[in-house]
């Protein structure tokens, strides 16, 4: 029996994939027929239902990574690939608070919210109201969200969390508050980013050179499906490539003692002297001159 208010997804022989909140007051209707809620209810997941017209359906358990596809949404979602590496890299779970900028749609959100359980805590911030009423209404659907709190602020005024335990952010200039980000996380925290190109990622990295972040990793994730056919099992024509560039990083004071022990070839010897001259040119670049309202008066 499956019980009302669960998640269903109902599959054609077609393979079409339809996720819905099974009510007792609203039957399911496609081209395929109508369904009776009433009849969803008194089977099993699993099962094949005909419809009104005779066609049969699978009733099938929506899992978490179902339940992210199918969030409503008004900007591109994090894919399950790359959200449930995220918490993982993040160390979303219980006890933990987890601060996100950017959370659009909200579906990385459902996904932190999943992971952090009752204990943890999931602090969310987007600057336009439209995608944090969007998120809440997404959390409410997927029924999360009793764990997440979500600000409408643009995160270069400041976070509303301190002490977190990692933070996360989705924005297209990130380097633009990681100052602020600083400011929310304890020592320690692991700070986690995705950016689309490549461009913007060399940008985040050369803001991230004067500290205070270490153990800087730049990733990509990408997945490819096979057919499961015992007798020609090969890869299937299609996979889900390039979504994102991950950046990864930990809050660390770098210790000029334990760099130097560090085993350098060729290669870092030349980046280590690319990197000091690069600092030392913007320590002597001129502060811009602003001006003032008495500047031009004689």
Not at 22 to 28: G, I, M, P, Q, R
Not at 72 to 84: E, G, H, N, S
Not at 125 to 154: M, P, Q, S, Y
């Amino acid at each position: 029996m499956i019980p009302y208010g669960s998640h269903v997804i109902y599959l054609t022989p077609k393979g079409k994939r339809y996720i819905k909140i099974l009510s007792e007051t609203e039957d399911w209707h496609s081209n395929e027929g109508v369904l009776q809620s009433a009849d969803v209810h008194m089977a099993d997941f699993g099962d094949t239902l005909l419809t009104s017209l005779g066609r049969p359906v699978q009733i099938l358990e929506a899992t978490l990574h179902d339940i992210l596809k199918g969030v409503k949404r008004l900007t591109q979602i994090i894919y399950p690939k790359d959200a449930a590496y995220i918490c993982m890299r993040l160390g979303a779970g219980p006890g933990r608070t987890v601060a996100e900028a950017g959370c659009g749609s909200g579906g990385l959100t459902c996904a932190l919210s999943w992971f952090s359980g009752p204990t943890g805590r999931v602090v969310s911030h987007d600057a336009r109201e439209e995608f944090v009423k969007l998120a809440r209404r997404n959390l409410e659907w997927a029924k999360l969200g009793t764990n997440v709190e979500i600000h409408c602020r643009d995160v270069r005024d400041g976070f509303c969390v301190e002490g977190a335990d990692a933070l996360f952010l989705d924005m297209r200039t990130p380097w633009e508050c990681l100052d602020q980000a600083v400011r929310a996380v304890r020592p320690g925290a692991v700070f986690g980013f995705l950016l689309p190109t490549v461009l913007q990622v060399s940008e985040l990295l050369k803001h991230m050179e004067r500290g205070p972040f270490d153990s800087i990793e730049v990733e990509e994730l990408l997945l490819r499906g096979w057919k499961p056919l015992a007798d020609r099992l090969r890869p299937n024509d299609r996979m889900i490539a390039h979504t994102g560039f991950l950046v990864f990083a930990r809050h660390q004071k770098r210790s000029e003692s334990f760099d130097a022990l560090r085993p350098k070839g060729t290669r870092e010897r030349k980046q280590e002297e690319a990197l000091r001259r690069r600092l030392a040119e913007q320590d002597a670049e001129p502060e811009a001159d602003l001006g003032g309202p008495g500047d031009d008066a004689e």
